[in-house]
């Protein structure tokens, strides 16, 4: 395997992404673990243990251990770090890469030091951090060192990251816990209440990527055969769900998420709130590609709204594209740390 020098990570609840300097993005992966209850022993990590989530033997959990920008689990983080980093860099002794994390606000400086601990035990020899929105604007294309105002907001599973950035910082933010996971969880109270019906995150998540729409206006409605198990009975049983129950399903998180740009647009000087209605808004994250988001949310606002390109691996890219250019990008970098 060849030498990596610089790799840039997105560390998500739901997904973990890597950016390798010069090649774009070489890993995707969910941020999950599939572990034994008794002994702690790992049994899978990844897409294979995330195919096993609601179809977990007795004994077997599927954790994630960072939830809502929170680490959960320091030691099943740290063994889901290096496995992924390994995979991407190999076992050579002297093959340690520079690496670029990004970071929640949430994390405190405890949860930074565990974060750059892990990378460091993953095998970097060096280890930076970037505050998500900053990451993700970077990826999205945006020039985040220009005075002018712009607005991006990280739609990611576990939470919303707005903010309105200039001249290289962040000067409003709002973070909603109104993300991927929360329009899961809506769905599938939704689904148990209206039909009687249970059904796992999995099946969930396969009802919102494939009919999922936040838009009430959206005339295109779909239809999927979802199965589960009946409240009733107990035994096994199958209902047509449509897109228009799912925009029914979401309300309260659409509202939720519509209250957190109001808030960051309510507390920017006048000048960067011009800016922003000029510019629009960027949305990235994989929860941007929520059918009829961007509509919905223009409607609201009365602001233009688009999705970035591959909106899932703008952190990724933002932090390889930090890493491209240190000196420009080196004043909004954390403090770095280096292996002993």
């Known amino acids: 395997m060849a030498s990596v020098e610089d790799i840039g990570i997105d560390l998500g ?6 950016c390798e300097r010069g090649k774009g993005i070489v ?3 969910p941020a999950v673990l599939a572990v034994n209850h008794d002994t702690r022993n790992i049994i899978s990590i990844g897409q294979e243990a995330y ?3 609601g179809r977990e033997p007795a004994g077997i959990s599927v954790v994630r251990p960072l939830r809502r920008g929170t680490i959960q689990d320091f030691d099943m983080l740290s063994i889901l770090l290096n496995y992924f980093v390994m995979r991407v860099v190999g076992k050579h002794l002297f093959n340690r890469p520079r690496a670029l994390l990004s970071v929640s606000a949430t994390a405190n400086e405890i949860e930074k030091r565990q974060l750059i601990l892990g990378m460091l035990e993953a095998g970097a020899r060096r280890t930076q951090l970037l505050e998500r929105p900053l990451a993700a604007a970077m990826g999205a294309g945006i020039l985040i060192n220009e005075v002018s105002g ?7 599973g576990a939470t919303t990251d707005i903010a309105v950035i200039s001249s290289g910082e962040i000067m409003a933010r709002s973070i909603q816990e109104s993300a991927g996971d929360q329009v899961t969880d809506a769905i599938i109270r939704y689904i148990r209440l209206k039909h009687n019906l249970l059904i796992g995150w999995r099946t969930a998540e396969d009802v919102k990527s494939a009919i999922g729409s936040v838009d009430p206006e959206d005339q ?13 009975s107990g035994l096994p049983r199958q209902v047509d769900v449509t897109s228009e129950e799912i925009v029914e399903a979401v309300e309260e998180p659409l509202r939720l998420l519509v209250e957190g740009f109001h808030s960051v647009i309510e507390r ?4 960067l ?7 629009g808004i960027v949305l990235t994250g994989g929860g941007a590609n929520l059918r009829g988001l961007s509509t ?3 409607r609201e606002m009365q602001i233009p709204v688009y999705v970035a390109e591959h909106p899932q691996e703008c952190i990724a890219l933002g932090c390889g594209l930090a890493l491209e250019r240190p000196g420009e990008y080196q004043r909004i970098l954390g403090d770095a740390r280096k292996r002993r």
């Not at 779909?222 to 589960?228: I, K, N, T, Y």
């Open 150 to 156: 712009r607005m991006v907001a990280d739609i990611g």
């Open 268 to 271: 920017i000087p006048a000048e």
């Open 51 to 53: 195919q096993m989530m």
């Open 27 to 29: 890993l995707n992966e």
């Open 13 to 18: 609840s739901s997904n973990v992404l890597i």
């Open 273 to 279: 709130a011009n800016d922003v209605f000029d510019d």
């Open 220 to 232: 295109n409605d779909l239809s999927l055969p979802v199965a589960g198990r009946n409240l009733v």
């Open 296 to 298: 919905v949310l223009q």
